[in-house]
């Protein structure tokens, strides 16, 4: 649950930065506009931020700069180390989106980059369940991450892949947790959210969804 990915992006983290360059072309759709994605998710952050899966810290960075108080998340020892590297004075703990460290006050924000789609819909279903425990009553949850308007885009973009002979990525459009956005609605319609989706590429979009606490309870 939460750490079947580590042994890759262990293995990946020295030349991830190359990746979101846009240094591989399978890869270069779904990295293009890599920093605007960032910024996007950065500039709709406020206060004190909770950011899962920080691999390299390039997000983090951005939070960091804004003024934010920010904790990081992270499961692969080594794209901790060098987002902790990059980012010596911020704290940036192991675990994962489901089993993290405890902060002992509200979050007003929980914030990811490419890295939601590692849990299972059952599994996303259960942290927006224990992210309405841990947000303040008008906490936000914003995410960038590749996600399909519905399940005949996301196989029309898995066949794209196959017939461009971009094997790797077609795999993991095959293989990873990609979810649809009326998915995501469901979920976070479920648990008290109001929802907006923004798309960036062909693949990610950046999801915002706000807390209110109020209507859950009314
Ligand atoms: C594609 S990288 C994205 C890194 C960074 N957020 C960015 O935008 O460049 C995905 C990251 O999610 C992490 N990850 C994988 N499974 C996770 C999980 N269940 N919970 C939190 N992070 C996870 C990986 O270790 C990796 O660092």
């Not at 979101?20 to 950065?42: C, H, P, T, W």
């Not at 920010?70 to 192991?94: C, F, H, W, Y």
């Amino acid at each position: 649950m939460g750490e079947q990915f580590n042994r890759l992006f262990d293995e990946w983290a020295a030349s991830y930065d190359d990746t979101v360059q846009g240094a591989d072309m399978e890869y270069r759709e779904v990295f293009r506009n890599y920093e605007i994605i960032l910024q996007k998710i950065s500039d709709r952050a406020h206060g004190f931020v909770i950011e899962f899966g920080v691999g390299t810290g390039n997000l983090t960075k951005k939070l960091m700069e804004k003024g934010l108080e920010v904790v990081g998340i992270e499961p692969s020892d080594n794209m901790r180390k060098i987002a902790q590297q990059k980012l010596p004075n911020t704290k940036i703990m192991k675990g994962n989106f489901l089993s993290f460290p405890r902060q002992n006050k509200k979050v007003d924000a929980i914030v990811s980059s490419y890295a939601f789609h590692h849990l299972t819909d059952k599994e996303k279903e259960q942290a927006i369940k224990l992210y309405t425990n841990i947000l303040d009553t008008q906490g936000k949850i914003i995410f960038g991450d590749t996600i399909f308007e519905n399940d005949k885009k996301k196989n029309e973009a898995y066949l794209q892949a196959k017939k461009k002979g971009y094997h790797r990525l077609a795999e993991d459009l095959n293989t990873e947790y990609y979810t649809t956005i009326p998915k995501m609605e469901q979920i976070l319609h479920q648990y008290g959210f109001t929802t907006s989706f923004e798309q960036i590429n062909d693949y990610v979009w950046i999801l915002e969804a706000q807390l209110n606490r109020e209507a859950k309870l009314a």
